[in-house]
């Protein structure tokens, strides 16, 4: 099951955390997979590790944040991988403020990169999926983006306006056989979360019904499903991904 054989995936922010999980998954499931960041290094690496595994990967060096370039960098694909059969949104930042203190400069670039970098990517790459009928595109948002947090309303609205943006295309393409879906991610162990103090970490988890935080490979599951063909008949769906933190 969820075997990914002859499909080419590829997953943004794929450098670490829940991007790079989601891209060792696909891989080894058999997708051939395109790892995109900013961080050209760690791809590299990443790509060397999938290969010894057994995978393939190819690195492409993308910032989401400068979508304007999105269509260029997509040619530097070759050309065995430049049809994307699915697609992982996953880069994102975060600025955290309160509203009262929070700049403009801090909003746009956090609707820049989660929201704006997701369209751009995703109208470049559907097109093929449309003429090839078939396709996954698959956002990652948060359970912020449902359920809000305080002294996060760019970091809330951008993941929100994700899930927004994903019911709108599965309604647009659903007749071509592509599917739209969302994973919402509660709290993961990442490198961001393993910089907590351990007080923080058990009062995070106390709010979670599992009273745990998740794991990359939580999440990535959740992804596998959704490019498979065993999800062919979900779309424009929100997968809450959280432990329990948000029902």
């Known amino acids: 099951m969820f075997r990914l054989d002859g499909r080419t995936a590829l997953v943004t922010g794929a450098s670490q955390g829940i991007g790079e999980a989601v891209a060792r998954r696909l891989a080894a499931q058999g997708a051939r ?6 961080s050209a290094d760690r791809l590299g690496a990443l790509a060397a590790e999938i290969a010894a595994a057994g995978g393939t990967a190819h690195a492409l060096a ?4 400068e979508p304007e370039r999105v269509a260029e960098k997509l040619k530097e694909l070759p050309a065995d991988l430049a049809a994307v059969d699915i697609l992982v949104n996953n880069a994102g930042i975060a600025a955290d ?4 203190r929070m700049s403009l400069a801090d909003w746009e670039r956090v ?6 970098g997701a369209f751009a990517l995703t109208r470049e790459l559907v097109r093929g999926m449309m003429r090839r009928r078939w396709g996954r595109v698959i956002n990652v948002s948060s359970v912020v983006g449902l359920m809000g947090n305080a002294g996060q309303a760019n970091y809330a609205a951008s993941k929100a306006g994700l899930i927004g943006f994903s019911k709108a295309l599965a309604r647009e393409l659903g007749s071509r056989a592509i599917t739209v879906n969302v994973v919402a991610p509660g709290y993961i162990e990442t490198a961001m979360t393993a910089g907590l103090p351990a007080a923080t970490r058990d009062e995070l988890a106390a709010g979670i019904a599992l009273k745990r935080l998740g794991h990359v490979d939580d999440v990535a599951a959740a992804v596998l499903y959704l490019a498979s063909e065993e999800a062919g008949y979900v779309t424009g769906h929100t997968l809450n991904v959280s432990g329990g933190l948000y029902m």
């Open 33 to 38: 997979v395109v790892i995109a960041a900013r």
């Open 111 to 116: 609707l820049r990169t989660n929201l704006t």
């Open 62 to 65: 993308l910032d989401v944040a």
């Open 97 to 100: 403020n309160l509203l009262a």
